[in-house]
């Protein structure tokens, strides 16, 4: 039984891509594929919260690392205020849900539960060891293929960003919702 956790799954998939989108390349036609991916997704799980707030952190990275700091805190407020309202209607039954649910018969996480947790959703310890491996590789080859300071200062000499700039800012932001 999946319940919700298939739909939470392919929303996240579809607020990431857009995020990309919308905050990295710069294409704000994505904003409300965003906004509304990020609302559905939070109405679908309460997990989704830490979704969010991963968002959030990666928005705060590229506001660091882009030139056009104006344009891309627009797009946020605009994005992640219609998140807000959005979820708003459905905060009052959140904060019930907090102070009257939970699963008294389950042991509390510990500290470990972190690494275990992706141990269990990719099918064992050494599979995981690949995943990180693999994508810490890709990092590599990114900010070896990019060496400058801040993703976005190496421009193709018309002051726009080059690919590889745009793809290790991505490959960044994607490791911020994902460490959420």
Sequence with gaps: ETRMYALVTLLS???AASFVHVFVRRNRRYLPAFA????AALYSHNWALFLGLMCG???VWCL??????REL???GLIGFGAVAILFLPWVPTLLFQARHTGAPWDLPPVIWSL?????????GRG???LILLGGGAGLL???ALSPSGAAAASTNGHGRPTEIAWQRLAAESLLIMGLG
Excluded: K
């Design 13 to 15: 998939v579809i607020v």
């Design 36 to 39: 509304l991916s990020l609302a």
């Design 57 to 59: 952190a990666a928005f």
């Design 64 to 69: 660091w690392r882009s030139p056009d700091h």
């Design 73 to 75: 805190l627009r797009d």
């Design 115 to 123: 690494s275990q947790g992706l141990y269990f959703l990719v099918g």
């Design 127 to 129: 599979e995981a060891m």
């Design 141 to 143: 080859t990114l900010r």
